[in-house]
């Protein structure tokens, strides 16, 4: 029997919102940092698809041993794939998983098994559920909830959202989302809404990248951050990079006085130490060293950034924004201590479901 949904098709997608609304009309979940996937299983043919349309089964073999094991024959299901490490969601272990040799796949799945977290269904034996709200959806995935995978927890109670959005940060989620409650699934459609958390630092301003689009020095296309750890040690620790064309052209000129050659800069040369984040270096996901231009350490800018992986020492998950210039701070002072720490929070009691209150 085919599937009624087919794969590929483009996962439903949130657009950001500001605050949780008081107003009903919306069943909220917590906001999973993960994965996308979606699950097809239509008998012993099971498929992982990322959110980019692209297969992940050779990847999460043990995801896809463990739900063939448990799934009904004919599914689809929409969710998110996560690693759980010392009770909360491990981000960097997650993208470790993804490597082009198949032994360092077996390994991983064995030390950094992944977990398949629920939360929609559309499609169950032949009936395809793509055109119901999402209030019965979320009915039929309550049940299908078995050993297989996580249900995620769901809500209507705006109060309710608004405890999880500070009591799960500490298990490492990154927010959560509101799905209109009467709306069918949309594919490919910014029809849901995510709360996430932004907070500021101030930063080193250390370096920077010309825009790809122009000769060096005509525009800035990227901010290099830099933060002091206790032994006053310089970590880079993310990039701004979102100007408008007129402003990148501005920044090349006004920081042109703060143009080095690099001696003494902390991060080149006999400068660097072992275990410093410096920027431009080779990775699994870069092949070549990307070319950077130092900067005197003079300027610090305030930026907003949503929150930090990597451990000691940390960096910006995703691209920070520019709020303003600190001509009141010093370089010397932007230190690791001004980032906030959300408290520790149990994930595994989130899997379960024990946190759920609703009206």
């Given at each position: 029997?085919?599937?009624?949904?087919?794969?590929?098709?483009?996962?439903?997608?949130?657009?950001?919102?500001?605050?949780?609304?008081?107003?009903?009309?919306?069943?909220?979940?917590?906001?999973?940092?993960?994965?996308?996937?979606?699950?097809?299983?239509?008998?012993?043919?099971?498929?992982?698809?990322?959110?980019?349309?692209?297969?992940?089964?050779?990847?999460?073999?043990?995801?896809?041993?463990?739900?063939?094991?448990?799934?009904?024959?004919?599914?689809?299901?929409?969710?998110?794939?996560?690693?759980?490490?010392?009770?909360?969601?491990?981000?960097?272990?997650?993208?470790?998983?993804?490597?082009?040799?198949?032994?360092?796949?077996?390994?991983?799945?064995?030390?950094?098994?992944?977990e398949f977290v629920a939360f929609d269904?559309?499609?169950?034996?032949?009936?395809?559920?793509?055109?119901?709200?999402?209030?019965?959806?979320?009915?039929?995935?309550?049940?299908?909830?078995?050993?297989?995978?996580?249900?995620?927890?769901?809500?209507?109670?705006?109060?309710?959202?608004?405890?999880?959005?500070?009591?799960?940060?500490g298990a490492g989620l990154d927010g959560?989302?509101?799905?209109?409650?009467?709306?069918?699934?949309?594919?490919?459609?910014?029809?849901?809404?995510?709360?996430?958390?932004?907070?500021?630092?101030?930063?080193?301003?250390?370096?920077?990248?010309?825009?790809?689009?122009?000769?060096?020095?005509?525009?800035?296309?990227?901010?290099?951050?830099?933060?002091?750890?206790?032994?006053?040690?310089?970590?880079?620790?993310?990039?701004?990079?979102?100007?408008?064309?007129?402003?990148?052209?501005?920044?090349?000129?006004?920081?042109?006085?703060?143009?080095?050659?690099?001696?003494?800069?902390?991060?080149?040369?006999?400068?660097?130490?072992?275990?410093?984040?410096?920027?431009?270096?080779?990775?699994?996901?870069?092949?070549?060293?990307?070319?950077?231009?130092?900067?005197?350490?003079?300027?610090?800018?305030?930026?907003?950034?949503?929150?930090?992986?990597?451990?000691?020492?940390?960096?910006?998950?995703?691209?920070?924004?520019?709020?303003?210039?600190?001509?009141?701070?010093?370089?010397?002072?932007?230190?690791?201590?001004?980032?906030?720490?959300?408290?520790?929070?149990?994930?595994?009691?989130?899997?379960?479901?024990?946190?759920?209150?609703?009206?």
């Amino acid at each position: 029997m085919a599937l009624p949904v087919l794969a590929p098709i483009k996962p439903m997608l949130a657009k950001p919102a500001k605050a949780i609304p008081d107003s009903g009309g919306l069943l909220f979940e917590p906001k999973w940092d993960g994965f996308r996937c979606l699950v097809f299983r239509d008998g012993d043919e099971l498929t992982l698809q990322s959110r980019a349309e692209k297969p992940l089964n050779r990847y999460f073999p043990e995801v896809v041993e463990r739900l063939l094991e448990t799934l009904p024959d004919q599914v689809v299901l929409d969710g998110e794939l996560v690693v759980a490490r010392d009770g909360k969601l491990d981000f960097d272990a997650l993208t470790e998983r993804i490597h082009p040799a198949d032994s360092r796949v077996q390994l991983l799945a064995k030390e950094s098994p992944a977990e398949f977290v629920a939360f929609d269904v559309l499609a169950l034996g032949s009936e395809s559920f793509v055109d119901e709200p999402t209030s019965a959806r979320r009915a039929r995935l309550e049940q299908l909830a078995g050993d297989g995978f996580h249900l995620t927890p769901a809500t209507t109670d705006p109060d309710t959202a608004r405890h999880w959005f500070e009591l799960f940060e500490g298990a490492g989620l990154d927010g959560v989302i509101g799905k209109p409650l009467g709306e069918p699934y949309t594919p490919g459609k910014r029809v849901l809404f995510k709360y996430k958390h932004s907070r500021t630092a101030d930063c080193v301003l250390a370096g920077l990248r010309w825009h790809v689009d122009g000769a060096p020095g005509e525009a800035v296309g990227s901010f290099l951050l830099g933060l002091h750890d206790g032994d006053g040690l310089l970590h880079h620790v993310g990039v701004v990079g979102s100007f408008p064309a007129a402003r990148r052209r501005e920044l090349a000129t006004e920081l042109a006085p703060l143009v080095t050659d690099g001696e003494g800069h902390p991060w080149l040369g006999d400068a660097v130490r072992e275990g410093q984040r410096i920027p431009g270096g080779i990775t699994r996901w870069r092949s070549k060293e990307q070319p950077w231009v130092p900067l005197r350490l003079e300027r610090v800018v305030e930026v907003s950034y949503e929150h930090t992986e990597g451990g000691d020492p940390a960096r910006f998950r995703h691209t920070a924004q520019f709020a303003r210039w600190r001509p009141d701070r010093e370089p010397s002072s932007c230190g690791y201590a001004q980032l906030e720490e959300p408290a520790r929070y149990d994930l595994s009691a989130v899997f379960r479901g024990e946190v759920v209150r609703t009206r």
